[in-house]
């Protein structure tokens, strides 16, 4: 008789307790049940790159990402994540900016690219105002640089906010229709300010770029004014406003009265 024959009832009964127990735990282990964590090393899951990718922030704007709970910060255009399989939530964040609603990731077997756009909270209309726009055709100020069969013109900024610059706005020109007028060929804008006779930035229409003279930084003052010259063989801007377009953090648009 072997000596497994020998046991008595007690004995097999703790035994079989204890083959019951051993078979439990390596289905705990192995197969996995609901509400049992393991940890990546014991259960061989494997985690996938969860990546936001930003666009219309400033370049070197802070913005941050609550993904399930865990956040991350970062002032590139991207932030990624390591996360398993799963489905998570998510908000996207960056102070003075409207944001992207919040939104669902499903992480299945793969990585996956999330796209957010982002757009200025600030309307333009609270940081700049236009003046009066003026016919200053034939004084030939500094910045027409135009021959005096040709037009000039000039209007003034009223008011603007700290910190707003030409880096925040392009300009375009509109007429009493509403309608976006185009630049004329040979167009030239130049910004000059109370305390400088001589232009200080001049503004490529066909680029939608400003070019500034040292040691001008591009920020905007009260009594700056835009001076524009307009070829003769172009109907001049009679009856046009001045649109000053937000970017670069500012929204909306702000446009002129129109010039005599």
């Known amino acids: 008789m072997s000596k497994w024959a020998r046991l008595s009832k007690g004995q097999a009964v703790i035994l079989g307790a204890l083959v019951v127990a051993a078979v439990l735990v390596a289905v705990l282990l192995f197969a996995g049940i609901p509400g049992v964590s393991l ?93 009066v726009p003026y016919n200053i055709t034939g004084t030939s100020p500094s910045g027409c640089g135009a021959p005096a069969s040709s037009y000039c013109y000039a209007i003034g900024i009223a008011g603007v906010n700290e910190g ?53 930084t591009g920020l905007l003052s009260s009594g700056d004014s835009i001076i524009i010259g307009t070829p003769a063989t172009s109907a001049g801007l009679y009856g046009d406003q001045l649109v000053a377009i937000g970017v670069n953090g500012f929204s909306g648009t702000v446009p002129s009265d129109t010039f005599p």
């Open 39 to 131: 940890n990546a090393s014991s259960s061989g899951a494997t985690n996938y790159a969860v990546t936001f990718e930003e666009t219309g922030l400033p370049s070197g704007t802070l913005w941050q990402v609550n993904l399930n709970g865990s956040i991350q910060s970062s002032t590139s255009t991207e932030i990624v994540f390591s996360e398993p399989n799963g489905g998570y939530p998510f908000t996207a964040t960056a102070q003075g900016y409207l944001g992207p609603s919040p939104g669902f990731v499903i992480v299945d077997r793969g990585n996956q690219l999330v796209r957010l756009t982002f757009s200025s909270s600030k309307p333009l209309g609270e940081d700049l105002s236009w003046g």
């Open 164 to 216: 707003v610059s030409t880096a925040n706005i392009d300009l375009s020109l509109r007429n009493s229709e509403g309608a976006t007028v185009p630049w004329s060929t040979g167009d030239t804008i130049s910004l000059l300010t109370p305390t400088n006779a001589s232009v200080v930035a001049t503004y490529d229409p066909a680029t939608s770029a400003w070019h500034l003279m040292p040691p001008f």
